[in-house]
């Protein structure tokens, strides 16, 4: 069998922990970080086995946790049943990236209270929307600079054979949205959410990795419910970190929060936004 034609093949399920250990083993050896990266896989046989633990409640199929420099990565094998070989290469990779910038200090300097509360000072619940939206425009960020890490090193293809794994239509989004629409605060949230995965499928394109013009036609096919303006907008704060690739992480988080702010948190003309919720 040729390694293109395994690689997109569906992994047995008895194959799963070694080709992850194989995996590992390979992604490590081509990095080098200091700390080193130490990684220890732990796989659960059923979707209930990997959500006992309240951690791993929230998490889909892969989750990560650091204790000290060390990572333990939990993975839910019942999620893996149809997964291809560089899906699974794909996902193990980038979530092994995410590790490497959880060891590294520039990751946790930009403080939300001095760096980005000044931008739009609010009050009462706004404050907690606001740091929500935030969260999400990091997540975004740190997988966006996590998948340019993995087309450096070459790693390219199999984060598109993962994202093609990954997108799933959620059948209440577009729903969700359409209420969403009118009050601009949530419909950020919103778009912010869905910015946590077309970050990475933006660069994949921008960097013509293989077929990555197929996969950003296919979200864009499971989110065709998205205003043009909303699509552009996800364009643009996809399109910032690229523009300042010599600034650091916060700065690049800053630049993406004053745009979003500009188009969509603060008051339009015309339209009475209150920067109190309750």
Not at 59 to 78: M, P, Y
Not at 209 to 216: A, I
Not at 238 to 254: E, F, G, I, T
Request: net charge negative; proline share 5%.
């Amino acid at each position: 069998m040729t390694e293109s034609k395994r690689n997109s093949q569906i992994i047995l399920q008895e194959e799963i922990q070694s080709y992850s250990q194989h995996v590992m083993d390979e992604f490590i050896k081509k990095t080098v970080v200091y700390p080193p990266l130490v990684i220890e896989l732990i796989f659960y046989p059923t979707h209930g086995a990997f959500k006992d633990d309240p951690k791993r409640s929230y998490a889909g199929t892969i989750l990560s946790e650091r204790q000290e420099d060390r990572f333990s990565i939990h993975l839910c094998k019942a999620c893996l049943k149809d997964i291809t070989h560089l899906a699974l290469q794909g996902m193990l990779e980038r979530e092994m990236a995410l590790c490497i910038q959880k060891l590294q200090s520039e990751f946790y300097c930009c403080n939300f209270k001095r760096e980005l509360f000044p931008i739009m000072p609010v009050t009462g619940l706004a404050e907690n929307h606001m740091r929500e939206v935030v969260e999400n425009l990091e997540c975004a960020l740190k997988n966006y600079l996590a998948t340019q890490m993995l087309i450096e090193m070459g790693l390219g293809l199999p984060q598109v054979y993962f994202y093609f794994f990954k997108i799933n239509a959620d059948i209440a989004d577009p729903e969700n949205y359409q209420v969403a629409i009118p009050h601009h605060w949530t419909r950020a949230l919103f778009v912010c959410r869905k910015l946590i995965e077309f970050m990475s499928i933006f660069l994949l394109e921008n960097r013509n990795v293989d077929f990555c013009k197929d996969l950003k036609s296919c979200w864009l096919k499971y989110n065709d419910y998205l205003l043009p303006e909303d699509l552009n907008l996800l364009e643009t704060l996809a399109s910032l970190p690229d523009q300042q690739d010599s600034s650091p992480y916060p700065a690049k988080l800053v630049e993406m929060f004053k745009h979003l702010k500009i188009q969509l948190l603060a008051a339009r003309v015309g339209v009475n936004t209150s920067t109190t919720l309750h």
